[in-house]
């Protein structure tokens, strides 16, 4: 496989790579920190996606055979769209992982007020996902959307690992995430992250003792966005 990683371009010296990754979140925590804690916000202004979104990964969750329900983890969770629209119903308690303070104050309240869903918005970690390791065989379900394009390569397939261990043996770890069409890796330099070709994720998750038992990719988003792809990966036995 051919393709530029981020280490690739942004780190041409090897002495360079911590001053480097750390710029990388630096810039990332500048960026969000600057960004109104609404769902128009977390959607880069595109509110309006949050419906269509919202139901490609229901249908998707949908048809996952004997999913668990009682832990969810939902990673990079901004306010908590997804745990309040789509996690809470379905699991007892849903966990939030998420680096900037301002959003997970917000998620406390969004997540909360007029919920009808018998489930519970849980622990909180206001932290970096290249920081957070997950409690062992917690989670029915660990759901990335839209924040691993911001962990570096070396983060990434680490992150992966530790997910692994924070799964159920019946656990499912669901990405969904932007995707290039190219064979490689484009950065955004306004808000510090990466989009990879599908093939990276394939091979970081399989390299993490994962396999991908379902992928699709969803529906209806408008023409001119990135490709946005669900892959379901469970742990190898
Ligand atoms: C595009 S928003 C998506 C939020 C949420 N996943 C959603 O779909 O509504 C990206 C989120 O990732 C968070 N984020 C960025 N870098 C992160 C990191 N290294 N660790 C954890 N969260 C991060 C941002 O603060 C922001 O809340």
Redesign the pocket.
Known sequence: MSVLNKDTLLAPQADQNNATENDF?GR?QKY?SEVPATVNG???GLGYLNRIDIQGSSSFLRDLKDLGKNNALD????IG??TKNLLMSRFNTTDI????AS?TEKAREYCTEGNEHNGRLGEIYTM???EFTPAANKYDVIWC???LG??TESDLFNFFHRMRVGLTNKGYLIIKENVTSSNIVEEDKQDSSVTRPLKIYETAIKSAGFRIVKTWRQQSFPKGLYPVYMLACRPTE
């Not at 992982?97 to 900037?100: I, K, L, R, T």
Request: proline letters at 0%; glycine letters at 16%.
């Open positions: 979140y990332a969000w977390m959607l880069g990673c990079g969770a901004g769209r997804i992982v998420e680096q900037d959003f970096g996902l290249q959307q839209w924040v911001h962990l």
